[in-house]
Structure formats: C-alpha cells, structure tokens
C-alpha cells in the first residue's frame, strides 16, 4: 500500500504565519510547507520587520501584537493569493507606511471586496495603478473595528483576512457576508484561530470577532488535502493501485478532502481513516453532475480524469475558478480539447464527454501549479504528454513531478 507523503497544507500554512506574526509571544509551526508562496509569506513577514526562524521541520515566528516593527517597508508578494490579501491586513494593524506589490499574475487577480471593507473600517490604503488590484500602499494608523459588509463572493481569503484581523482591533469586528465561496477554508481559519485563544462567534451571515489579541503556540501543519487529490485520482484511474495519504483523515481541517466522496461516487473505494485516508481503484469510474462550490480548488483534478469516466461529468457552482492564478475553467476546457475530448461549458460550470484523450500533446499551464498537476494525472493513461512550464509547480510542491513519478514506478 503506497504511503505517499504530501507536503503541508498552504493554506493551512499561511494562515499559521499570519496567526504566529500577531500572537504575543514565540510560536512554532512544526511541518511547514517549503514552497514558492510559503516562502514569500514568511519573507514577507521579515520585510516587516517580524523575525523567522527557519529549519527543515519547524519556523519559528516572534509574534508582535502591535504590528510591523518596522515603520517603512516594501514588500514584494511573488504569485502568493494569501501572501497578497493577508500581509496588507497584518500591516493596516500596525503603524506605519507599508507598500505591496506582487508578480503579473497576481496583480491581475482582484482584491477589490477586501480593500473596499479595509477602507470602510478606516484604513487608509491606496491602489497605485488599476483600482482594487495591486501594487497598494497602506498608511497604518492601526484599526478601529466595528461593523463592515462583505463580498466573499470571488474569494474566501477576503472573509479569512478580515477574521484574522478582528482581534488585532481596538473594539473588535463585526462582519457582515452577503455571499461566500468556499466555505470550508472559513472554517479552517475559525479552527485555527480557537488554536490560537480567539474565539468566533457566527450567526448566519454575521461574524463577531472579539478583540483581544492572540496566545502563541506550538501549531503542528497538516498536509496539503489539494495537493493530495492528485494522488487520490491517480488511484482512482488506475484499477488496483492503491494511494494512503497518512496524517489527513476524518479530523482534518481542509474541506477539500471531500474530493475523495466525488471520487467514491463515481466507483473508487474510498476509506477514510482517523489519522489516514485510502483511496482504491476498482477499474470503474462512472459520470455524475457534482457541485463543487466549496472544494473548487480540486475542480481541475476532476476535470483532468472525467474523460476516462463511462459518462459525462458535469462540474457546476464553479465561477470564482475563473478568478484564481489563471482562468481554470477555461484551461481545463482548452486542454482537454487538444487532447481532443469533447467539452461544453458555461459561466460556472463545465460538462466533460468520454473519450480517450489524444497521446503526444502539449499542455498549456498558464502559469498555474494546478492545471499541470492535475493533467499529469491525464498523462497516467495517456502517453507523451508535455507541459510548457512544468517548474510552476514549485509555487505549492516543488518536488511533485519526482513525487509523481515515484508513484507511478509503484504500479
């Protein structure tokens, strides 16, 4: 039984920076993700003057309650979506002139529901170019609090960058959601901020955040549940191979284990574990229409396997895709048409035919670590295929083609 051992949760990650950073006192993540945008995240945190103590197995962060120690600082977000909305929010804490900017990929992507509620809480902060994306400079005076409304519609990152920065206020936060997309890295952020002594309270659409500040603490990382289901689809298209993924099981914080309930619909056994979970082919894998509003970062995955599926695989509620490191709707759907698999899609959704996908094609990545992730999975029954910038995967895992691979050889 391959054990494959996926490296830590980004998101998870990132939010334990942020959390370390504003805790009075010295906290310690044990299993940190070591990729591109971790590593932007925490040397983002050093270009504010917070320091970082980093080892293989642990980083070491003095948290500073009153914000950056420094009262100037730019800071260079690389493609980092976390890095990018959270790092303004733990400045717009403290107090000082701190400027943002990010790579071409990530300029493009919006902010703009996030800065508008900054603004509404008395923040000042500017956007140097196109309104709402960056680069931005913010003129921290530290925050209030009190009542704001927000669109969470495009990204769950705006609600989690206003959760996390509720404790950090004078008063507290109160706010108010008219619409939220991925549901689940909410709770992620609620479970970890309980981690760190602050406790949410939620009413329906309204989150009440005390003020208060947070406790350091020693913070163990699960792995990463996105990355993970490229394995766990690898299993599923392969009949008798067999994929453990140890440390992510029915405890697990990431909603986007839930890929493996699509994967066990459609005909793979699936075991989900305490501490562990299975994923076996059984050489069936049927069609089926799936809503994966709240685990849309595991679309592509599906996507990527649903020609080899008996039927057609209709993927709906899926728009805020299109808003990600690159359009993923339509990278999926430009893909599988050069593999020559007949696809149909929509404003948020995409319907994948059978077919056996073309062997010796080219996948284009856009730049995104996810689309080449999930097509290598593709490439398990399909040969010859090539990608034009297999490196982008460092931004999450720099070693998954090796990791892949590995598991191929195991077949």
């Not at 990929?105 to 709402?132: I, K």
């Not at 507290?172 to 939220?180: K, S």
């Not at 459609?266 to 305490?274: I, K, P, Q, R, W």
Request: hydrophobic share 40%; net charge negative.
């Amino acid at each position: 039984m391959p054990a494959v051992d996926i490296p830590g949760s980004k998101s998870i990650t990132a939010r334990a920076l942020f959390l370390a950073a504003a805790a009075d006192g010295v906290s310690t993540l044990v299993r940190p993700l070591r990729s591109d945008d971790t590593e932007g995240f925490a040397e983002g945190l050093v270009r504010l003057g917070y320091r970082v103590g980093r080892t293989p197995d642990a980083w070491q962060v003095d948290g500073r309650p009153q914000g950056p120690a420094l009262a100037e600082a730019d800071v260079y977000c690389r493609d980092g979506a976390t890095t990018a909305r959270f790092l303004p929010t733990l400045a717009a804490a403290g107090h000082g002139t701190y400027r943002f900017d990010a790579s071409p990929q990530m300029r493009r992507r919006p902010l703009g529901p996030l800065t508008r509620a900054l603004r509404d809480l008395g923040v000042d902060l500017r956007h140097e170019e196109a309104e709402g994306h960056h680069p931005l400079t913010v003129r921290a005076a530290g925050v209030e609090g009190g009542e704001v409304v927000l669109d969470a519609g495009q990204s769950s990152q705006y609600l989690t960058a206003l959760l996390l920065l509720g404790p950090l206020t004078r008063n507290g936060l109160r706010i108010r959601v008219t619409d939220l997309v991925s549901v689940p890295y909410v709770e992620i952020t609620l479970a970890m901020m309980r981690a760190f002594g602050v406790e949410v309270v939620r009413d329906g659409e309204v989150f009440e955040v005390p003020p208060g500040g947070y406790r350091a603490t020693t913070y163990a990382i699960e792995p990463d549940a996105s990355t993970a289901s490229y394995f766990f689809a690898a299993a599923a298209v392969t009949p008798g191979r067999e994929v453990t993924v140890p440390g992510l099981g029915s405890g697990a914080l990431q909603g986007d284990l839930r890929f493996v309930e699509v994967l066990g619909r459609m005909g793979a056994e699936v075991d989900v574990a305490a501490d562990r979970t299975t994923v076996r082919g059984t050489g069936v894998l049927r069609g089926l229409t799936v809503n994966m509003r709240d685990i849309s970062d595991t679309m592509p995955t599906l996507a990527a396997i649903a020609p080899f599926a008996s039927g057609p695989v209709r993927i709906e509620d899926v728009a805020n895709t299109r808003v990600k490191e690159c359009d993923r709707l339509e990278a999926c759907a430009e893909n599988l048409r050069r593999l020559g698999v007949d696809v149909a899609t929509g404003p948020d959704w995409i319907e994948i035919r059978p077919g056996t996908p073309l062997p010796d094609v080219g996948i284009k990545s856009y730049g995104d670590h996810r689309i080449v992730m999930s097509f290598a999975v593709t490439g398990l029954r399909t040969p010859g295929l090539s990608y034009d910038d297999p490196g982008c995967v460092r931004k999450t895992f720099p070693d998954f083609h090796e990791a892949f691979a590995a598991l191929s050889a195991t077949s």
